[in-house]
């Protein structure tokens, strides 16, 4: 499977995404980043495998597309966001990826900032909807918290039941999975563009888990468990439901307030799937 995100500056995103696919059950994961932070990326684990990426003052140059594209068709999924900007290579990318859809794809982060950046929401040619052509694609997860949820949708972050009803709406026009990121986590999705809307509430989870990493965290949680073949839905209550079980014993080991990404990275793999 394959990650892509990482800025100067944000090398950790990407890297705790990574870390925690390992821990999730994947045998082989690769991070695309640019190359200014291979060493560092690679440095949080040796089982990191690394893609680098050309790169411009903003993040990853518009050359990037270029070298990710023959790479996806191998992948048995693949993660976008953490860490990754919005700058012009990271909109070609995420582009890229919206349309071509060559494997079961998360999108995250900065992923989701250049699309409602773009204004994408609204445009057909990243949403075709008919029964045949949604399931002739792969499927997608997107994991907003509510800042990002807001930039997608326009409602705002204090309308929390505005905001799950425009999840709704956004699973219906994209066809995607919608994690809602909170107190609780909410898993958000469609079975078709007509279909009424399901909403399931994760029972896992604590305050603490609203600190830097955690969502970086969940995103290489859920697109592992994509890759080993679970069902798009399955992959993203189960993602969530573990990421917060973690989340809970990391903060029983410590405390919620003192409880960091990497206290639940560290956690992650004593939790049975």
Not at 90 to 113: F, K, Q, T
Not at 115 to 121: G, M, T
Not at 174 to 203: C, F, H, L, M, Q
């Amino acid at each position: 499977m394959l990650l892509i995100g990482g800025s100067r500056g944000m090398a950790g995103s990407i890297a705790l995404s990574s870390v925690a696919a390992l821990h999730a059950g994947s045998g082989l994961v690769a991070a695309a980043i640019p190359d200014r932070i291979l060493e560092t990326v690679a440095s949080f684990s040796p089982a990191i495998m690394t893609v680098p990426l050309p790169e411009s003052e903003g993040g990853v140059s518009a050359e990037a597309w270029p070298v990710v594209r023959p790479r996806l068709a191998k992948q048995s999924a693949i993660g976008c966001g953490p860490g990754l900007t919005t700058a012009g290579g990271s909109v070609r990318l995420v582009e890229g990826l919206l349309i071509d859809r060559p494997a079961p794809l998360v999108l995250d982060a900065d992923a989701l900032n250049v699309i409602a950046q773009e204004d994408w929401i609204g445009q057909s040619e990243f949403w075709h909807l008919t029964d045949a052509a949604l399931l002739a694609r792969s499927p997608m997860v997107w994991t907003p918290h509510r800042g990002e949820l807001a930039r997608l949708t326009g409602v705002q972050p204090g309308d929390a039941e505005g905001q799950l009803d425009a999840a709704g709406k956004l699973a219906q026009q994209t066809g995607a999975v919608i994690v809602v990121k909170g107190g609780p986590t909410k898993v958000v999705w469609t079975d078709r563009p007509e279909s009424a809307v399901t909403v399931w509430t994760n029972p896992t989870g604590n305050p603490g888990m609203a600190t830097a990493g955690c969502g970086d965290v969940l995103t290489g949680v859920i697109t592992s468990l994509l890759g080993q073949g679970l069902d798009v839905v399955d992959a993203a209550r189960l993602g969530v439901w573990w990421h917060g079980l973690a989340g809970d014993r990391a903060a029983a080991a410590s405390s919620r307030m003192g409880m960091t990404s990497v206290d639940l990275l560290n956690h992650l793999a004593a939790v049975p799937a």
